[in-house]
């Protein structure tokens, strides 16, 4: 089992910034790859951005695309997502994901590929 804490959200202007953190307890995180979803009221949860557990290979989806960047530190077991020019739009509930895997460079943009969520952060920006 994989357990797994979001922090970071919170409200914030449109352009500007926020990092969210995804702190993993439980197995080896570092066999892990890794996800960011979103979730507006009344719409479908949306992938954001992940990354693999080797060689860091990342995906994004395409509206935060040159906007925000997704990384990992696997020393402390965490992962991030970096967001900056934050619009309206951008306003959600933020889901970590994911994923045990033996092959390091495997990644996935679809919600069900993953095996573990967190309990998402509150993202909210104003105009």
């Known amino acids: 089992q994989v357990q797994l804490v979001e922090s970071g959200g919170g409200l914030v202007q449109a352009g500007g910034s926020l990092r969210l953190s995804c702190a993993a307890s439980?197995?080896?995180?570092?066999?892990?790859?890794m996800g960011w979803f979103r979730q507006a009221p009344g719409a479908e949860r949306e992938f954001v951005a992940a990354i693999s557990w080797s060689l860091g290979i990342t995906y994004y989806g395409n509206s935060v695309k040159g906007r925000f960047t997704i990384s990992r530190d696997n020393a402390k077991n965490t992962v991030y997502l970096q967001m900056n020019s934050l619009k309206p739009e951008d306003t959600a509930v933020y889901y970590c994901?994911?994923?045990?895997?033996?092959?390091?460079?495997?990644?996935?943009?679809?919600?069900?590929?993953?095996?573990?969520w967190g309990q998402g952060t509150q993202v909210t920006v104003s105009s």
């Open positions: 439980g197995r080896t995180f570092s066999r892990h790859a």
């Open positions: 994901a994911a994923k045990t895997t033996g092959q390091g460079t495997s990644v996935s943009t679809y919600r069900d590929w993953y095996d573990y």
